[in-house]
């Protein structure tokens, strides 16, 4: 069985650009979640999307929006990127049922010049 | 405001000893709890769960500990080798956020051979 897959691996960007990155989670899981990693900060979680509705958000601001497709595949967009937007994102899979772990993908390594 | 604390951001075992990996939290709300291993730009592995229901739970070489009154929970690894090198976090989810974790800052686990 596939794991999480994230792409694209690694992305540079200038400040003000927007970014898209994508997810595809393990065959059968519905529910994904996405997570931000930096260095201060640690691993923060962004949203949770299960059925292509949004369930759960974190405390980012507006410029970070995400949605889920009919297959479960999700994308994660952030616009007018600013240099502290530099991060590891993650993205985690699940059925989306009580006491079950998250699976995670290798993440996609941002950085924001 | 820290939800889920770490408090050694390290430590340095000798192989085939044990180790004790520690995590706080505040929220008594949180009813599950996991250990996941990481290393640099991966994404999280899963190594271990326990709900609040339980104190005790075993699968391995890995034991995770639960006192609730205290908020406490910890990870034992025995014996340690030198491949459980890598970075761990502890992690807390609230009933019925299943996608949402709550993440503490890790600790990096270093095994001497």
């Known amino acids: 069985k596939a794991g999480v897959t994230q792409t694209p691996r690694y992305l540079i960007k200038t400040r003000g650009q927007q970014v898209t990155l994508s997810c595809s989670p393990i065959?059968?899981?519905?529910?994904v979640s996405w997570y931000q990693q930096t260095p201060g900060q640690g691993l923060q979680f962004l949203f949770e999307?299960?059925?292509?509705?949004?369930?759960n958000k974190g405390n980012f601001p507006g410029r970070f929006s995400g949605r889920q497709f009919s297959n479960s595949r999700s994308e994660m967009n952030v616009s007018t990127l600013e240099l502290g937007d530099s991060a590891l994102y993650l993205c985690?899979?699940?059925?989306?049922?009580?006491?079950?772990?998250?699976?995670f993908g290798s993440g996609t390594q941002l950085s924001v010049l | 405001d820290q939800q889920v604390k770490q408090n050694s951001p390290s430590l340095s075992v000798q192989e085939g000893r044990i180790s004790i990996l520690n995590c706080d939290y505040t929220?008594?709300?949180?009813?599950?709890f996991l250990w996941y291993k990481k290393y640099p730009a991966e994404g999280p592995t899963f190594l271990i769960s326990?709900?609040?229901?339980?104190d005790k739970n075993e699968d391995g070489r890995f034991t995770v500990f639960l006192n609730k009154s205290a908020k406490h929970l910890s990870l034992h690894i025995v014996p340690s080798q030198p491949g459980d090198s890598a970075v761990y976090f502890c992690a807390a989810r609230g009933s019925g956020n299943t996608g949402k974790l709550i993440f503490g800052q890790g600790t990096t686990l270093q095994v001497k051979p």
């Open positions: 999307y299960f059925s292509e509705t949004q369930r």
């Open positions: 065959s059968g899981h519905r529910s």
């Open positions: 929220n008594s709300m949180f009813d599950y």
């Open positions: 326990i709900s609040s229901i339980k």
């Open positions: 985690a899979s699940s059925l989306g049922q009580n006491n079950e772990k998250l699976f």
